[in-house]
């Protein structure tokens, strides 16, 4: 049984950083792509990053480029996502999901198989 697991979210001042990571397991993990999506209160949920099953693709959303920065350790099952200079916009609850399609940039939550519970990041103004 495929399961996904995101760790590392928190309360940050705007301007900090953080990392979270995501481990996925009951899944050849290279055989899938991963992503990162984000869902404030009231809102949508939204893709944020997503890497190919190499991690030599990455695709990032127009509003975290230059701030955010994926990647992947497919020998440790895990995909991380570097969160600089956060800004309080970005608060939300955080979702990293697993595709079966192994490339391309994956921004919507239908092109996905496997979901994480989420994990909180707060940043405070």
């Known amino acids: 049984q495929a399961q996904v697991v995101e760790s590392g979210g928190g309360l940050v001042q705007a301007g900090g950083s953080l990392r979270l990571s995501c481990t996925a397991s009951?899944?050849?993990?290279?055989?899938?792509?991963m992503g990162w999506f984000r869902q404030a209160p009231e809102k949508e949920r939204e893709g944020v990053s997503c890497?190919?099953?190499?991690?030599?693709?990455?695709y990032y959303a127009d509003s975290v480029k230059g701030r955010f920065t994926i990647s992947r350790d497919n020998a440790k099952n895990t995909v991380y996502l570097q969160m600089n200079s956060l800004k309080p916009e970005d608060t939300a609850m955080y979702y990293c999901a697993a595709s079966h399609v192994i490339a391309g940039p994956l921004f919507l939550p239908d092109e996905y198989n496997y979901w994480g519970q989420g994990t909180q990041v707060t940043v405070s103004s």
């Open positions: 009951g899944l050849k993990f290279d055989d899938y792509s």
């Open positions: 890497i190919s099953w190499s991690g030599e693709s990455t």
